[in-house]
């Protein structure tokens, strides 16, 4: 049973272009949350989708960030017109439905230059 | 608003101790609690889930306990060994009243350990 996978594993862009990161989660798990981890700084959560879904997105800036989980395929994280402050490892992970473990992915490393 | 703070921030012993790592949170009203393992570079290893009903779980040389009234958390780590070595993390998921509901986590920042041969 594969884990939580994301990919690529490390991402490097210059300012302005748009960063995609795509995360397959665990079999048999609906529910796909993504994370950022500032170097130095505790995980902050993101957004919270279930399939075709947004469930809680509070955690995402408002404006160039967004997700999607479609019905076929993986998760995407998609960040447009990245900047520097963007620089940080984005992380993915999945659970079954209730009160159930959340399980990581190796997390997509972004890089802005 | 739900805050999770982890002490140490780093620790460093000699291969065979036992030792302890801290986290407090400020909102009991939590569903449950869990730590993970992450080693440098890479994603996250959950280690072991307290449940808010619960008062610890055991896995091996790891023992965790969960004291909801008073927002601590313990991670007891027997007989350390060098490739115990890597960054614990503690986080919360808040409970319904706390805030509204949430799937999110609240994650502490951590406690870097070094266990030396």
Known sequence: NAGVMQNPR???????QEARLRCS???GHSHVYWYRQLPEEGLKFMVY??????IDESGMPKERFSAEFPKEGPSILRIQQVVRGD???????????????LHFGNGTRLTVT | KQEVTQIPAALSVPEGENL????????????????????????????LLIQSSQREQTSGRL????????????????ASQPGDSATYLCAVRP??????????????KGTKLTVNP
């Open chain 1, 10 to 16: 490390h991402l490097v862009r210059r300012r302005g």
């Open chain 1, 87 to 101: 620089s940080a490892a984005y992380f993915c992970a999945s659970s079954r439905p209730g009160n159930s473990p």
């Open chain 2, 95 to 108: 409970g319904r009243d706390s805030q509204g509901g949430s799937e999110k986590l609240v994650f502490g």
């Open chain 2, 63 to 78: 023992n965790a306990s969960l004291d909801k009234s008073s927002g601590r958390s313990t991670l007891y780590i027997a």
């Open chain 1, 25 to 27: 989660p665990m079999k």
């Open chain 2, 20 to 47: 302890v790592l801290n986290c407090s949170f400020t909102d009991s009203a939590i569903y449950n609690l869990q730590w993970f393992r992450q080693d440098p570079g890479k994603g996250l290893t959950s280690l």
């Open chain 1, 49 to 54: 989708l279930q399939k075709e879904n947004i």
